[in-house]
């Protein structure tokens, strides 16, 4: 498979901004604390889930030092409908300790200290960066490494080759932005199982061979 050209990558871009005006991230927060809380706990959960659960949780924990002196039970008990919620209850509890010990209880923004926090990989690094940190990087979730790839932005093998892929193919100052409308997307039209090429703003620029001529 061939990758799209600079011209077809902006055309791409240009369908699905216009597509996407409200392209922006889906899990509720008001400060970086909020969302590398909401990060942890959306691996393996709904936005929609993630964001019925913080509302208690934050109520209950309003700063970073406050989920710190947590009680391990209660925390699990408010997260308990989140997938693995006794690994993210440890997690959260870790990281709010590690930020009021490590970092003066301010949530750091570079990737190397966002990537020491339990719970915390390059991908949510990324997406705590972009959304509350104003930084630029391009997180690389399921939709984002699905949609690049079946476009034709990247061929790359795993999460770190699509993001290298998408940042050479796209200048640095609107990485946050692709991030939101590959994601945005993925959600919408190009399902991972029943992508709806038919209505797809670009389905004539897309590379994926098994495009369906009728869904
Ligand atoms: S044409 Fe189909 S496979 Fe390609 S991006 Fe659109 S929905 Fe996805």
Not at 15 to 21: E, K, M, V, W
Not at 136 to 150: E, G, L, Q
Request: glycine content about 4%.
């Amino acid at each position: 498979m061939t990758l799209l050209s600079a011209d077809e990558v902006d055309a791409v871009i240009t369908a699905l901004t216009a597509t996407y005006p409200d392209a922006r991230p889906e899990l509720d927060f008001r400060n970086p604390y909020e969302l590398m809380v909401a990060v942890v706990l959306s691996a393996q959960c709904t936005d929609k889930r993630v964001n019925l659960v913080t509302r208690e949780l934050f109520a209950r924990y309003p700063c970073v030092d406050d989920l710190a002196a947590a009680q391990y039970d209660d925390v699990a008990a408010i997260i308990r409908t989140c997938g693995l919620f006794q690994t993210k209850a440890r997690n959260i509890i870790a990281a709010s300790q590690m930020v009021r010990d490590s970092f003066q209880s301010t949530i750091p923004m570079q990737r190397e200290l966002l990537m020491q926090l339990p719970g915390v990989g390059r991908k949510s690094a990324n997406v705590i960066i972009s959304c509350a940190g104003n930084g630029n990087a391009i997180a690389v979730d399921t939709h984002v490494f699905r949609v690049s790839k079946r476009i034709g932005l990247s061929d790359g093998k795993n999460v770190w080759q699509v993001e290298q892929d998408l940042m050479q193919a796209t200048p640095e100052n609107i990485w946050s932005h692709l991030h939101h409308i590959l994601i945005f997307h993925g959600r919408r039209c190009c399902d991972a199982r029943k992508p709806e090429c038919l209505r797809c703003p670009v389905n004539t620029t897309c590379r994926w061979p098994e495009k369906r001529q009728a869904d």
